[in-house]
């Protein structure tokens, strides 16, 4: 094992879960805000583990995924997420 990797496990250990108790509790602001952080050292830890591989096809992948990451998180949020508890249902009033 290498510096590269334990860098990787303690990433790991440290970083993940902060990032699942935010993405799992909290108001809809606050999960989204875990969920990009978690994708985000998700894309650090790619990159650790590149370097301490020495395989560049990690990189490639952590590279993607920085940059599709935030958008699928919300294109994710936009399409599958429930409503908000404050938000008017429009149904109710359309049939009424």
Known sequence: MNAWLLATA???????????????????????????LATALVTAVLLLTAQGLGRS??????LVLAVLGPAGTLVFTRF?????????????????
């Open 57 to 62: 096809s990690f990189t490639d992948v952590a």
């Open 80 to 96: 599958l997420g429930g409503r908000s508890m404050e938000a008017p249902d429009t149904t109710a009033r359309g049939k009424a």
């Open 10 to 36: 303690v990433l790991l250990t440290l970083g993940m879960p902060p990032c699942v108790w935010a993405a799992g509790r909290g108001t809809a602001v606050e999960r989204l805000a875990g969920l990009n």
